[in-house]
Every structure is written in C-alpha cells, then in structure tokens.
C-alpha cells in the first residue's frame, strides 16, 4: 500500500516525516512516500511526483494555519482526488480545527491529532490491504502499542516549530477557475480515450474472418475456455464459421 504524504512548511515537514516512520512500525505493509527523503537525487521534482502520485493508494495532506492555502497543497490535493475512484484522500489538522478549513479542501475527510481520530486514519489506511490486512484486534494492539510515541514527538514538533500566520487564502474565482480549467482537461481526456477504445473496436470488427478464426484458435489453445471464446466472436463470426471453429478445436484438443 502506497502512501503519499503531502506538505508544505517546516511544521507541516516535520509532521510528515514523523508520520512516515510511525506508520511503517503500525502498518509493516504500508509505503509511504514523502519527497523530502524518496525524491531522487538529479530528478525532476514536478515529473517524480507527478508519478508517484499516479499510483498512490491513499494520499495524506498534513494541513497547518500556514500552509492551508497554499498552491503548491492545493496542487497536490488535486492531483489526488483525481484518483478517487481507486484511491482515498485525508487531511491530518495539525494546529487546524474542521470549521478553519475552505473548499476544496473541506470535502475530505480530516483526522485530527487525538488518539481515537488517528486511529479511524490507521484502520482506513488498514482496510485498503484487502485481503492482507490485519485483524481489527491486532491492528489496535499494536496501535496502543505505538502510540505514545506519536503522540510525544507531535507535542514535541508543536513545541519546537514556530506557528506562522496564515498564508493569503486564494480568490474563490482563481479557485473555481482552476477547478472548471481541471474538470475541462479531464473531460477531454476521457472523450479521447472513448474515441481510441472506438477505433481500437471498430478496427477488429472489419478485420478478415481468417484472422478472427486464427485468433479464436490461439485463445482456445491458450486455456481460455471455449464458451468465452464462442461468446467473445459470436456476431463477429459468420455461424458456419463458428461451428467450423468449434470442429477445429477438438481435433487440435484430441492431438494433444
């Protein structure tokens, strides 16, 4: 499970880091990603994290007063919730409360850094393993286990971090403007790969019968069972041709 976890500012930095080793001891499968250790020395930061964002699991937006409209946290919140349908996004409020946060980011859900809240965020992130997730008792055994070592070095961060105003929140209109520019994009990205699967479709659909019929033999003698061969040529294949495959492939099955 890849974990992507987003900062902006020392505090913010210092929370992420603190994250990213404590959930590696709650959660031994877990990957989390933070650019101030994984990015590659001599790559290209944008493009990097641009990957690393694609396939990301579960993304995590460690939210301060200073950071929480900053462009470069709304960016990544962004690219984020793009992945929605396969992937999940949370904000952990470091010095924040849920009424301090704005559109867009007020749609996700936010953990805050008490005991209980926390532990919501570890057994989302737990029940993203599917089937190599740990059990509920054992998960909060070993979150009992870790968490005062959380919940110290957070009080510590606190302590030594100093808190800085909040930077100048966005214009609601370059806001909704980048939103309606995003939407757009996606929108077109999606028409052209519907257009690609089209042609993709239409192009098999005029192919010879000849090759169809070869194509259907490989995949039956590959292991793919005969009625989802049938069912995958049935209206692409004249009936006379699908009995002659039918005949085909027991013959080569009896050769074998």
């Known amino acids: 499970m890849k974990i992507f976890l987003s900062w902006s500012g020392l505090r913010s930095k210092e929370v992420a880091n603190l994250l990213s080793d404590w959930l590696c001891c709650v ?24 990957d690393q964002l694609k396939d990301t699991t579960v993304g995590i937006i460690c939210l301060t007063q200073e ?26 409020l470091v010095d924040l409360e849920p009424k301090d946060i704005e559109d867009p980011l007020a749609q996700f859900n936010h953990t805050l850094p ?19 997730r740990l059990d509920n008792r054992i998960l909060e055994q070993v ?11 957070f009080k510590r961060i606190l302590e030594t971090t100093e808190a800085q105003p909040p930077s100048k929140p966005r214009a609601k209109e370059d806001v909704l403007g980048e939103i309606l520019e995003n939407t757009r994009s996606l929108n077109s990205k999606v028409r052209r790969l519907e257009h690609e699967s089209e042609r993709y479709r239409m192009r098999e659909m005029r192919m010879p019968s000849d090759i169809l ?30 009995k002659e495959l039918m005949v085909t492939y027991d013959r080569s099955k009896s050769g074998e």
Request: glycine share 6%.
């Open 27 to 50: 959660i031994q499968a877990s990957r989390p990603w933070i650019s101030t250790r994984d990015l590659d020395r001599g790559s290209l930061w944008f493009g990097e994290i641009n």
């Open 67 to 92: 950071n929480k409209a900053r462009p470069w946290i709304l960016f990544e919140a962004g690219a984020l919730a793009k992945g929605l349908s396969t992937s999940r996004v949370c904000t952990l």
């Open 114 to 132: 008490t005991r209980d809240s926390v532990l919501g965020l570890v057994k989302t992130l737990n029940n993203t393993l599917a089937a190599n």
């Open 143 to 153: 979150f009992d286990t870790y968490w005062s070592q959380f919940e110290d070095k």
């Open 213 to 242: 019929f070869e194509q259907a033999i490989e995949m039956a003698k590959s292991g793919m069972p005969f009625e989802m061969v049938i069912d995958r040529f049935e209206g692409r294949l004249p009936k006379n041709v699908l």
